[in-house]
């Protein structure tokens, strides 16, 4: 009896860590929309790039970190969850207490230089094919690449309890041979609309 009784616990326990293994979250994927981009300075200071808020940059260190997000409001999510007819308690069930999508992509990035680079780049120069990006954080197999790959690589990431964002670190490859440096960043989306923004204006050393 004995026996029996272990060999049944032990089918029982294998039995349970299926289960849960193959549990599928039951919140529905909710949605949300990219509604806004900002920048912020980046700086190699330390074992890793981090953003901050002084405005000099070394000639061949200039880079950015922008960052695209959603920005409704917690009432809008609550509604969603309510309209589904779920509580809180059940989200334990899941890794993720909530799943977004976002009903857009990053489809291509555009920088315009707002000042001269060196004498054969002008100012309102279309300089994308000069800077190099990658998604933050990093990761395993995220390394530098060309904007125009990164886009393609950007596909509809699932966030974990987390309305849909996106940070992307872009460097620029040449030297800057100015004074001063500033740049418009254009991020298309497949909704046809396009987010746009200034970096701050950079004192080149």
């Not at 200071?45 to 880079?63: F, I, K, R």
């Not at 069930?93 to 976002?102: D, I, N, R």
């Not at 690589?153 to 620029?172: A, F, H, M, Q, T």
């Amino acid at each position: 009896m004995r026996v029996l009784n272990k060999s049944f616990l032990f089918l029982a326990t294998i039995f349970l860590i299926r289960l849960l293994q193959s549990c599928d979250c039951i919140w529905p994927v909710l949605y949300g929309d990219f509604h806004e981009m900002t920048i912020d300075n980046l700086y190699h200071s330390g074992n890793l790039p981090e953003s901050g808020s002084t405005d000099t940059m070394y000639a061949e260190a200039v880079a950015f970190r922008v960052t695209v997000r959603d920005t409704n409001d917690l009432f809008n999510e609550s509604a969603q969850r309510a309209s589904l007819g779920f509580t809180t308690a059940q989200a334990f069930q899941c890794a993720c207490s909530v799943e977004y999508l976002s009903n857009q992509q990053i489809t291509k990035f555009r920088i315009i230089t707002l000042h001269p680079l060196n004498q054969n780049i002008p100012a309102l120069t279309d300089i994308t094919r000069y800077f190099v990006g990658r998604q933050f954080p990093y990761h395993n197999g995220n390394l530098y690449q060309s904007l125009e790959n990164l886009s393609q690589r950007i596909s509809k990431n699932r966030y974990c309890d987390s309305r849909p964002i996106e940070k992307i670190d872009l460097y620029l490859k040449l030297k800057v041979q100015h004074a001063i440096a500033q740049f418009r960043i254009d991020i298309e989306l497949s909704d046809n609309r396009t987010l746009s923004s200034l970096t701050n204006l950079i004192n080149i050393k």
